[in-house]
Every structure is written in C-alpha cells, then in structure tokens.
C-alpha cells in the first residue's frame, strides 16, 4: 500500500505506536493518534491526538488503522472501525510492508528472547547490516527504512503482534514451544496456538521454519505447513534437525557429527540448549559458516532478566529470572537451580493454572514468597499439592529482605514469578531491576 496522503490512525501510544507514527509520517501519511487513557500527555505529539473518546466521524473515514501489540483487538474503536470496513494491522505488518531484506521471525511461548539474541548476535558476526527487532524491545517500524536487499531483520515476535499480520512472511521462522499463556486476551488456548503458527502460514517449500520436536503440538501441525520444517530436540534423537545427546552433545541428525557440547556454552540447562539449537538451525539456512556460528555460541552470555545472576550475599546467589512470566517458564528457572532456593513468585493474573510449576519445586524450593495478585491463588494451589512453605509479602522490596532472612550460605534467591508484572509494575523489565537494586543494597 503506497500510504502516501493516505489517513492512517495509531491505535495505543507506547514505544511501537510511536514508532509507527514516525514512520508513517515519514511515507507522507496523514497521522491520527488515539489512546484509550484519558491521562495521557499529549504535549510532545505533532498530529491530532483523541484520548478515551474517538470522533466517529473522522474515524469511519480512515483508510487504514495501525494497532500497538497491547492493544486488543476488542475495544470499543476496534469494533467500529471493523463496521465501516476500515483494514486493521499491527505495527509489525507495517514495518514488513516497508522491508527490502530477508527476515528471520522468532516466536514461541518461551525463550524468545534469549533465541532472538543469540541468533542477531550470530547474523551479525557475519553481516553488519543485521537488525534486530520487535518484542525484545526494539520497534520493527524504527529501523526498517534501513533495510536493504542484502539486509537481514531478526524479529522476536509475540502472539499480541502476530494476530494483527496479513502478508508477513519470514524467509526462516522458528516456533520454540507453545504452553499456556495470555489466555486472558486470546479467549482460548486454540486461538493462541492459531496466532503463533501465523508466523509461518504464508511460507512456501522455499522456506524454512524450525520446530521443537518435543512439542507435541508443533509435532502434529508441522504436517500442514505450507513451508520446508526442521526439528530440533533436547531429549531424542532425530533424523532431521539438531538432537541433543545423553553427554549434552548437539549432534547433526541428517550426518550424526557432533557440533558442541553444551559444557562449552555460557547458558546452561535443556531449555537454553533448544535455544542454541534453533539459532543454530536459523542461521546455518542463512549462510552462515558452522564454525562462525558456534564461536559466537560459545561466546554467548545470558540476557537480561532470564536466570540472570545478580550478586551472593553471605553466601547466597541471587537470580533474576522476572522474563519468567508464565508457570512454563518459570518452571525453567526452577530448574536452572542446582540449590536450596527461596523463591519469590505472583503478579498479574494472566488466567493461567500453576499446578505443574509448584509440581516442579521437587523438594528444590525451600520457601515461596508470594505477592501480586495471584498471591492467593498460588497459595492454594501450592497447600493442594501440601507445600505449606509459604508466606505474603506486600512488596518486592520487602521480599527480597525476607528471602535474606530465610536463606543461608549456599542457598539461592530466585525472583521466578510465574506471572505477569502488571499488577505493581510497568513491565517485566521494570520488575527485574527493581529486584536486582534490592539485592545490592543488602
């Protein structure tokens, strides 16, 4: 869509609905802002901007709505823009519409982050003109008037970003894993595993997507894929794809060789070997010579807020994990612990159950700190499985005093929450130096 002249409303004014203002502005479209909070300042945007009420008249002539990712796609202007037949897409679609180079696409439920770093780290140790972008915090549409044909973008991609995608197409896509997650926003787990396999519908036999084959959900819809697929497991071995071995080896499945041992890596644990092992499988169909791929994966060092080692006060380790937003994930962070640990959990209410995460503790979790709204939802959970090892705390600071006062020297602090952090945070991010600021004042 040539979106010059055109009339383009910016749905949400976060980091991405801005940076599609920017871009919009700079493809000579007529911008409209609109926010549903009525607080919003307003004094930095150079467009009309409609707070909480929209005009309906300007609106139902639009030619064209761009919705930030945490917009949902049910809100009062959504409805009426869909009645006067006004096209809505997400603001990872309005960058793709701008894209002159080959993108690599990376979603999952877990381990997104992780594997997006990694795998932009590996594309731009053998070319420069890489871009990394999307849910990891970078907004598509901020750099993609960069791009060129001999570009490539690698893009974290969330279920929230996917749902509104029309012509997306990566050349290589990867789906890590799917478990329950944001049920609240898709209504279903159906609808939530439809948005992640989005990435890949609009691929063809010239294209690849990387699967893990010890999701039995990617197992069987791998079968109707419209692209080429490539497996990738921690506990089996496999004919196509990458498998891990029973001496942590990556082994090539097609000509058995061994790459790596996951000793030589910087990112322990079975879920950080499916990580290393997709953004292996990425970048080798990229063109990226094996050895240049597993110096920087020998190289790599965890990201922020995913099992993060912060500090060891008198003796105790403290981590922070808050990217560990569901039970799925944070039971990965449980299992990175190899001691006695004080855990701290709860927040936003995603509408998930944590029935597998407290099963996960396995004699591990010496004691749960909860707080959040979940607190008490935890609790009962945790007393049905008779883990009565627990307490409330108010705050975060004042867990992370309790969880000093409850470990002793070779024990470790884990901020693990299982949950979302919207409840007494702006982010997950935010909730994870918070935690980590803590800790170094003890």
């Given amino acids: 869509m040539d979106l010059k002249e055109k009339k383009v409303v910016v749905v949400g004014l976060g ?3 801005m940076a599609a203002y920017e871009l919009l502005k700079k493809k000579g479209a007529e911008v409209y802002l609109y926010d549903g909070n009525p607080n919003l300042d307003t004094s930095a945007y150079d467009a009309p901007v409609y707070l909480d009420e929209f005009p309906e008249g300007r609106f139902a002539i639009m030619d064209l709505a761009v919705f930030s990712p ?3 796609l049910t809100i009062p202007v959504a409805d009426f823009l869909r009645e006067k037949g006004v096209p809505i897409i997400g603001e990872i679609e309005l960058a793709y519409m701008a894209e002159k180079g080959s993108v690599i696409g990376i979603t999952g439920t877990n381990g997104k982050t992780t594997t997006t770093t990694l795998t932009g780290e590996i594309m731009s140790a053998y070319n420069e003109h890489t871009f990394v972008v999307g849910n990891i915090g970078n907004p598509y549409t901020k750099e993609v008037l960069g791009s060129t044909e001999d570009s490539v973008t690698v893009a974290e991609i969330s279920s929230f970003q996917l749902e509104t ?5 990566p050349k290589v896509s990867a789906i890590l894993n799917i478990t329950p997650d944001h049920l609240d926003r898709h209504g279903s787990m159906e609808n ?3 948005a992640k396999f989005a990435i890949a519908k609009r691929q063809t036999k010239e294209e690849l997507c990387v699967l893990n084959y010890e999701d039995e959900v990617l ?3 791998a079968k109707n894929l419209p692209c080429r697929v490539e497996f990738f497991s921690s506990k089996r071995k496999i004919d196509v794809g990458l498998y891990q071995n029973e ?3 990556i082994v090539d499945g097609k000509t ?5 041992n996951m000793s030589e890596s910087n990112i322990p644990g079975d879920h950080n070997c499916e990580n290393i092992m997709a953004a292996i499988l990425m970048t080798r169909e990229m063109g990226v010579p094996m050895e240049l791929i597993l110096r920087t994966v020998k190289n790599f060092k965890a990201v922020e807020h995913r099992v993060e080692f912060v500090k060891t006060v008198k003796g105790v380790d403290y981590y922070n994990d808050s990217k560990g937003t569901n039970p ?5 962070g449980i299992q990175s612990m190899n001691r006695p640990t004080v855990l701290i959990g709860g927040g936003y209410d995603k509408g998930g159950e944590f029935d597998e995460w407290i099963k996960a503790f396995g004699g591990k979790v010496k004691y749960l700190l909860l707080l959040g709204a979940t607190k008490e939802k935890i609790a009962r959970t945790a007393e049905k499985y008779d883990f009565t090892e627990y307490e409330f705390v108010d705050t975060l600071q004042n867990a992370v005093k309790r969880a000093a006062e409850l470990s002793e020297s070779g024990d470790a602090v884990l901020l693990s929450p299982a949950c979302a952090s919207w409840d007494m945070f702006d982010s997950y991010e935010q909730r994870g130096r918070l935690f980590k600021d803590y800790v170094r004042r003890l």
């Fill in 192 to 194: 939530y595993i439809d």
């Fill in 256 to 260: 058995g060789e061994v790459l790596m």
């Fill in 328 to 332: 799925d994930a944070a039971i990965k």
């Fill in 15 to 17: 980091k991405s609905g």
């Fill in 70 to 72: 945490g917009v949902p």
């Fill in 165 to 169: 995608t029309d012509t997306f197409c």
């Fill in 219 to 221: 197992r069987e819809r």
């Fill in 247 to 249: 001496n942590h080896d």
